[in-house]
C-alpha cells in the first residue's frame, strides 16, 4: 500500500498527515510533497508532532516531481481554504481523494493563538487520517 500526501508547501499539513499515517500502521509506504515544496519543514508542525508522540524532524519537504512516475494506491490532498487551490496529481494514481485543512501557518495573533491553531489542526489531521486509515486502508490490507 502506498499512499502520497499531497499540499503546496509540504511543510505543515502534508507532513503531519504523513507522520500520523505511518504512526498508524509502518507497513505501509507514506510520502508527503508539495507542488511548490518549501524545502524545509514548518518548525511549529514539528514541535506539534513530537508534543503528541510522533517525530517528523527527519522528513524532507519534497516536490510533487520527485513522485509523478511512481504507482500510489492513493493521493490525498490536504489543502482547505477557500483561497486555496489544490494541487492536481498526474501521475499513476488508484484513489484521488481530498481530506482539506486550515493551514495554521496562516494564522496570526498572539504566540499562543497560533501554537493553539497547530494544535487545533494537527489534531483534525489525526482524527481525519485516522477515518480514512480504518475505513479505506485497513481494509485492503
Known amino acids: 500500500m502506498k499512499i502520497l500526501v499531497l499540499c503546496t508547501g ?3 499539513r502534508s507532513q503531519m498527515a504523513h507522520g500520523f499515517l505511518q504512526s498508524f ?3 505501509i509506504t507514506v510520502c508527503s510533497a508539495g507542488t511548490e515544496a518549501s524545502g524545509k ?3 511549529n508542525a514539528v514541535k506539534a508532532m513530537a508534543e503528541a508522540g510522533i517525530d517528523i524532524s527527519g522528513h ?3 516536490s510533487v516531481q520527485k513522485y509523478l512516475n511512481e504507482e500510489w494506491d492513493f493521493v490525498i490532498t490536504v ?6 487551490s489544490c494541487p492536481a496529481f498526474t501521475g499513476n494514481v488508484k484513489n ?3 481530506i482539506g485543512f486550515d493551514d495554521p501557518s496562516h494564522a496570526t495573533g498572539t504566540d499562543e493563538f497560533i501554537w493553539s491553531e497547530f494544535i487545533r489542526v494537527r489534531d483534525e489531521i489525526k482524527e481525519g487520517f485516522y477515518k480514512f486509515y480504518t475505513e479505506e486502508v485497513k481494509p485492503q490490507l
Open 10 to 12: 509540504n511543510s505543515c
Open 25 to 27: 500502521d509502518e507497513n
Open 41 to 43: 519543514l514548518n518548525q
Open 60 to 62: 524532507t519537504s519534497d
Open 79 to 84: 489543502c482547505g481554504g477557500a483561497n486555496e
Open 96 to 98: 484521488r481523494l481530498h
